[in-house]
C-alpha cells in the first residue's frame, strides 16, 4: 500500500463543479485532520469553504458520504507506483511514501480520523478498503515483475507482500508512537522483501507446514 497523494482538493480541470468539489474535500480534510470525524459538520464545511449549504447536502448527504469522497480523491491524486528494477528497490519506494505521508503532520491526523471513523462506520470502512484495494492493485505489478525476475516464487501473494511493508508504519501511527522515519521504512521494506524471497507469501501458513512434515 501508498498513501503519498497531493493535497486533498487540489484543483483539477474540470470547470465549476471540479473547483465546489475541491474545495469542499480539502476543507473536509483540514477538518478532520483539526477535530476528527465526530466533529465533522456539513454546514461547517460549506462555511468554510464559501459553498452554499444545499450544495454540499445535496451532493454529500451525510459526514460518511464526504469521507467516502474523499478517499476517492486522494486515491486519484496519489502517486504512480515505482518500477526500479528490482523488488527491494521498489518496496522501498513504497515504504518511503507511505512514511512520508503518515509522518506528516496533517496527513498523519487525517488518516488517523478516518482510520477511527471507520471502526464505528461501516460506509466509511467500505470507503476506506475500496481506497486500498486501489493502491493496492496499482502496486501490485511490482511482484509480478519479482516473480519474473525469479525474486521470489511463483504464487507470491501481492497484498501480502504489500501489506507486510505498510503494517509497521501504521502500528507506528496508531498503537505504538514510535518515529515514522527512513529506518523504519527500510527495516518494512527489508523484512517484506526478505519473507516474500522464502516463500512465506505464497500459500497460509498450514499448506507450508504441511509441506515441511
Keep these: 500500500m501508498t498513501e503519498e497523494l497531493v493535497a486533498p482538493g487540489s484543483v ?28 465533522l459538520d456539513l454546514a461547517d ?13 445535496r451532493r454529500w448527504r451525510t459526514p460518511t458520504g464526504l469521507i467516502a469522497d474523499l478517499l476517492v480523491d486522494m486515491a486519484e491524486q496519489s502517486l504512480p507506483r515505482a518500477a526500479t528494477g528490482s523488488l527491494l528497490g521498489d518496496l522501498t519506494a513504497n515504504a518511503q511514501l507511505v512514511a512520508k505521508t503518515l509522518a506528516d503532520p496533517r496527513q498523519g491526523r487525517l488518516f488517523r480520523a478516518v482510520i477511527a471513523a471507520a471502526t464505528c462506520d461501516e460506509s466509511t470502512a467500505a470507503a476506506l478498503r475500496r481506497f486500498y484495494d486501489v493502491r493496492l492493485a496499482e502496486w501490485a505489478p511490482c511482484i509480478a515483475d519479482a516473480v519474473a525476475r525469479g525474486e521470489v516464487p511463483p504464487g507470491t501473494d501481492p497484498r501480502a507482500v504489500l501489506t507486510a511493508v505498510s503494517g509497521p508504519l501504521y502500528y507506528r501511527l496508531l498503537a505504538s508512537g514510535d518515529p515514522i522515519d527512513e529506518h523504519a521504512a527500510h527495516a518494512a521494506a527489508e523484512s517484506a522483501a526478505s519473507a516474500a524471497a522464502a516463500g512465506i507469501f505464497t500459500a497460509p501458513w498450514e499448506s507450508r507446514t504441511d509441506r515441511a512434515r
Design 45 to 57: 464545511v460549506a462555511t468554510r469553504a464559501d459553498v452554499g449549504k444545499t450544495t454540499v447536502y
Design 12 to 39: 483539477r480541470p474540470g470547470g465549476r463543479t471540479a473547483r465546489v468539489r475541491a474545495a469542499v474535500l480539502e476543507v473536509a480534510g483540514d477538518l478532520l485532520a483539526e477535530h476528527g470525524f465526530a466533529h
